[in-house]
């Protein structure tokens, strides 16, 4: 969505979910399975890695045009299958080393290693030094 200036605004909340206090996992299994993280999909909890995650499936989507996982799919099941188990390929026209690499990193199904994932954030250290731009 676009606001009256033209600056893209995020919407749709209604599946978001407040973490209660002191609490950092959660287990609801809600939303476009395209979307959702592996750990989503596994059942066993998840924090807000699996923001991510998405964020780096909307990029792939938005630089790439179709979704790195299951794009061609609409069961469910195949399309968490393909997500836990496919591996990302990019498309042999897609050049871009750094976005690339950015995709890859939040693409990570392990998430403690996804890029922006740990205590300090997006900006942590390992970050590479064009994302503190």
Known sequence: MLDAQGYLKLIDFGIAKKLEEGKSRTFTMIGTPHYMAPEIMRGHGYG?????????VILFEFVCGYLPFAD???DPTEVCTAVLKDPLDFPGRFKDAQC???IQGMLNRQPKKRLGAGEEGPLKSSTPAYMHM
Do not use: A, F, Y
């Not at 807000?48 to 780096?56: A, I, K, N, R």
């Open 48 to 56: 807000t890695e699996v923001d991510l995650w998405s964020l780096g």
């Open 72 to 74: 061609e799919l609409d």
């Open 100 to 102: 690339k690499t950015v």
